[in-house]
């Protein structure tokens, strides 16, 4: 084979829809792309495992592979359970060629996609003056994972929203529920909450419970198998393939 194979690593989950979605969006990257091929892989609860993908692939003559953890932010997964999965597959599979690919945020692909759940969930551009946004994430106990949260949030301010707050569904406060019952008290006409998470799951079904319970009047969809998605997982992939040092155009 004499291009690199793209292995998207999600981490899974006991929910059907969380893997429906992870395989619904690496459909749209092989649309995107056709004649790469692209491969998924689970952390835990789903098959296939990421070993399990990389022996095959090393079996029917891999050379090389650019894993690309289905991640928002660089965390506990990211930094450790990852590249640990990795280490000991290229000790197994010395004549395969694997790079961890960064994560895919923060990225302004993100933030569109955002966009585009509001805006199917009914928000318009004229809307955002008097509407609150509650940026939900699924939370982490990483610093640097919460400060890009943070970010974005400060990003997205300036887009045209009275107010955006950060909420989070673990690991620490505030919860959804508590932001948007805050922004009602600070007398904002409507509340939106976005679910920064890509798939559906236990977190983000808390996500939308916590929406709901304080009277949200707006809850987008989770990121999902969106276009603009699609396309940050290929530059993601195209970054890792660049040696260090060198620009995408050489």
């Known amino acids: 084979m004499t291009h690199p194979t793209l292995l998207v690593i999600a981490h899974g989950s006991r929910d059907p829809r969380h893997a429906a979605t992870v395989h619904a969006l690496t459909e749209r990257v092989r649309a995107e792309r056709p004649g790469l091929r ?19 692939l090393a079996a029917q003559g891999a050379d090389e592979v650019v894993a690309l953890p289905l991640l928002l932010t660089r965390a506990f997964h990211a930094k450790t359970d990852i590249p640990s999965v990795l280490r000991e597959a290229r000790a197994r599979l010395p004549r395969l060629r694997i790079r961890q690919a960064e994560v895919l945020g923060p990225s302004p692909l993100l933030n569109a ?10 928000v318009r551009p004229g809307d955002l003056p008097r509407t609150g946004l509650v940026l939900a994430s699924a939370g982490s106990s990483d610093p640097e994972a919460i400060a890009v949260i943070a970010e974005i949030a400060r990003e997205l301010r300036h887009t045209g929203w009275c107010a955006v707050r950060p909420a989070f569904a673990s690991a620490l406060l505030p919860r959804t529920e508590d932001v948007v019952r805050e922004l009602r008290a600070e007398g904002v006409d409507r509340v939106a909450v976005a679910p920064y998470v890509i798939a559906p799951g236990r977190l983000p079904d808390r996500i939308a419970a916590g929406a709901e319970a304080a009277g949200a009047d707006v809850l987008a969809d989770v990121l999902g ?17 660049v040696p260090v040092g060198a620009s995408l155009s050489a």
Do not use: K, M, Q, Y
Request: glycine share 4%; proline share 9%.
């Open 38 to 56: 692209v491969e998924t892989a689970f952390l835990e609860f789903n098959a296939p495992s990421v070993p399990r993908v990389l022996e095959r």
């Open 225 to 241: 198998p969106a276009p603009e998605l699609a396309r940050l997982l290929l530059n993601r992939f195209d970054e890792a393939r």
């Open 113 to 122: 996609t955002l966009g585009r759940r509001l805006r199917e969930a009914g």
